[in-house]
């Protein structure tokens, strides 16, 4: 599958049994300069939904929901160092969590590429 | 040369030269202050006391025996230093500050006269009671109208600012649900996206889960989609009205009665009061809890490091839970009720949730918001909002020329403006807002609510004459129409006038330097 995303502007990405899960570009660009990240330990699980990270900006603190639910296998900790990764590179090397899924239909109700670009353009 | 009508020169017109720095650092008058440790010196001081001798040692060893690294200065070192600091702070003495949610208000000298006689100033919170009963009266009375105005049966007068006459009110909301046996159950608070970050803040720090409800398209909390949370895992919701938007919350009532129906509590934020004192009871609207900002409503603005303060009015339903001390009148004579065991005795709150401060409260303000009400008067307090309301509909119908409302219609106190008008500009709103301190004014409150793209959030409160905010809308317009004339480059730069250009909040947020270290602990670490 591609990659996945929700209202909230988190992506999902899956990468072998486990799916990568971050901010969006256009959520790290309308956030502006990423000055901090707080981000759940691994092991923990979350549903849909929860609030699992939070991220905040020069310009607000947001957080960041569980675009599926499941078991937090790895979180990214270079980004809680530097922030500023978000920015630069948020869909890719600066991804937030790794998590196994515990329900793969989950995934089919989010949007996909074309639907979030229409989206994030109206919002 | 620009000429008032009197013939007097009103703009400089001295022609833009390049100045060179100057030597000191210093421009014109405005002195460049160092820090108070860069200014002081480690071994100097600024009393001349005799050292002690003879006395008894009692130390047992533990005296200290190095330096303990404070700044010694003269006393007119010290006087300099706080006042030339003093001269870079922006102030409402000085201009309209027209933070929206802030009411930062003229604080009439009255208040200051009241406050500062020496039965009010000077009174220490360990005096007796039989040598205060004018202060404890004044509390008493100070009680009497907050509760008159709100329409609310109890208050809490020591909370020290809104976010602790949060803390008061959430607390009495679970002392409530403990009393019913639901504290483990109702675990859920609701609040509206676009509240003040104090709310769920304070939800969370009273154990509860925050749930947001979305506003709808007019920018009022969403009646159905809030009514689709509720349940009975809800303990209340905390609803600001106006809200954080400018707006009146029309579904008030209904709001209050599906929460009620589903047995929470609901909390009012009153950082917004000063739109509807004296006109709306907010007891009459079903509140249960509210905290009212002395230092926005009625007068003494903060922003300025001054003390905040947020009594708590209660509802009959919580008021058994109110916390103590409070003050009693009983046999001609006030007296402090200091612990829960005393307000048994009085036979008046068994239930109290406890004691929130170490004294009464914060009592410069409360003489200073007696004095306020007592010489507006309820037409004046009533008046005010009136006032305020106007103003800030003014406001919003002439910028509207220019820069685009969030949303239609008529506002209360506040009028919120998007980003919508400068779009393709290149110009941001934090662009918009340093270019606005080069005009001399403080700018408005940014990127808040977070409901509104690039907010802008405009709140002048009744103290601005229609000439001042003439002036403030010719400059706002000014501003718009350059942006949308595309000099993005001023607007980057700016402020080019204010005494540090623009700063790198980034860098600030990122790698914040919170202490001071002397030049010899960096070598010694290095």
């Not at chain 2, 007796?128 to 009963?133: I, R, S, V």
Request: net charge negative; with cysteine.
């Amino acid at each position: 599958m591609s990659v996945k995303y929700t209202k909230d502007h988190e992506y999902v990405r899956a990468e072998g049994d486990v799916y990568v899960i971050g901010v969006s570009k256009h959520a790290a660009e309308q956030l502006g300069d990423v000055v901090f990240v707080e981000l759940p330990d691994a092991g923990k699980t979350f549903t849909k939904g929860e609030d699992m990270a939070v991220v905040e900006s020069v310009k607000a603190a947001s957080d960041v929901y569980a675009p599926i639910s499941g078991e937090i296998v790895e979180v990214n900790a270079a980004i809680v160092d530097e922030p500023a990764k978000v920015n630069e590179d948020p869909e890719g090397a600066a991804w937030f969590v790794k998590i196994k899924a515990s329900d793969q239909s989950e995934i089919d109700g989010l949007m996909d590429e074309a639907a979030y670009a229409t989206f994030a353009a109206e919002a | 040369m620009t000429m008032n009508a009197q013939g007097r020169p009103t703009r400089s017109d001295a022609p833009t030269v390049n100045a060179a720095p100057t030597f000191t650092g210093n421009k014109a008058l405005q002195i460049e202050e160092a820090l108070i440790f860069e200014v002081g010196h480690f071994a100097g001081t600024g009393v001349d006391l005799p050292e002690p001798n003879g006395g008894v040692d009692r130390l047992g060893g533990l005296n200290r025996n190095t330096d303990i690294g404070l700044p010694g200065l003269s006393e007119p070192e010290t006087m300099r230093h706080f006042v030339r600091l003093s001269q870079k702070n922006y102030a409402i003495d000085m201009g309209p500050f027209p933070l929206g949610s802030c009411t930062m208000k003229h604080n009439p000298r009255l208040n200051e006269k009241i406050a500062r006689l020496p039965g009010f100033s000077d009174l220490h919170p360990l005096t007796p009671e039989a040598q205060c009963q004018g202060a404890l009266e004044l509390i008493d009375q100070l009680a009497f109208w907050l509760k008159e105005l709100t329409g609310m049966p109890a208050v809490a007068m020591s909370p020290k600012a809104g976010a602790h006459g949060e803390l008061c009110g959430m607390m009495a909301i679970k002392a409530a649900l403990e009393a019913r046996g639901e504290a483990g159950k109702r675990t859920r608070v609701l609040a509206p996206e676009s509240a003040h970050g104090t709310n769920p803040a304070t939800a969370v720090q009273c154990g509860f889960i925050v749930d947001a409800i979305p506003a709808d398209k007019t920018g009022r909390v969403d009646l159905a989609a809030l009514k689709e949370n509720l349940g009975d895992d809800v303990a209340g919701i905390m609803v600001t009205n106006p809200n954080t938007c400018g707006l009146f919350e029309r579904d008030i009532r209904a709001i209050a009665d599906a929460v009620h129906e589903a047995g929470g509590y609901f909390y009012c934020d009153g950082a917004n009061f000063n739109a509807i004192a004296g006109k709306v009871k907010p007891g009459d609207l079903g509140v249960d809890a509210m905290h009212i900002n002395l230092h926005k409503t009625f007068s003494t603005p903060h922003g300025g490091g001054g003390p905040g303060s947020g009594p708590t009015v209660l509802s009959e339903a919580l008021a058994p839970y109110a916390p103590v001390p409070y003050v009693h009148f009983e046999d001609g004579k006030f007296s402090l009720v200091e612990t829960r065991r005393a307000a048994k005795a009085e036979g008046e709150s068994a239930k109290s949730l406890g004691r929130l401060t170490a004294f009464h409260g914060q009592m410069g303000m409360f003489t200073r918001a007696l004095a306020y009400m007592m010489s507006h008067g309820r037409d004046g307090i009533a008046q005010a909002a009136e006032d305020a309301v106007l103003n800030a509909n003014y406001v919003l119908s002439r910028l509207k020329e220019e820069m685009t409302p969030a949303f239609d219609g008529y506002c209360m106190h506040e009028a919120l403006f998007d980003d919508g008008f400068l779009k393709d500009t290149g110009v941001e709103t934090i662009d918009f807002a340093k270019a606005m301190i080069d005009e001399g004014y403080h700018p408005m409150t940014m990127y808040f609510p977070l409901v509104v793209h690039g907010a802008m959030l405009i709140e002048p409160t009744e103290s601005e004459s229609k000439r001042e905010l003439d002036q403030f809308c010719e400059a706002l317009l000014s501003l718009a129409k350059r942006a949308k004339a595309g000099d993005v480059d001023a607007f980057k730069a700016a402020p080019l006038h204010a005494p540090r250009r623009r700063l790198d909040e980034t860098a600030a947020a990122r790698k914040p330097v919170l202490r001071w270290t002397s030049e010899s602990s960096v070598q010694a670490a290095e």
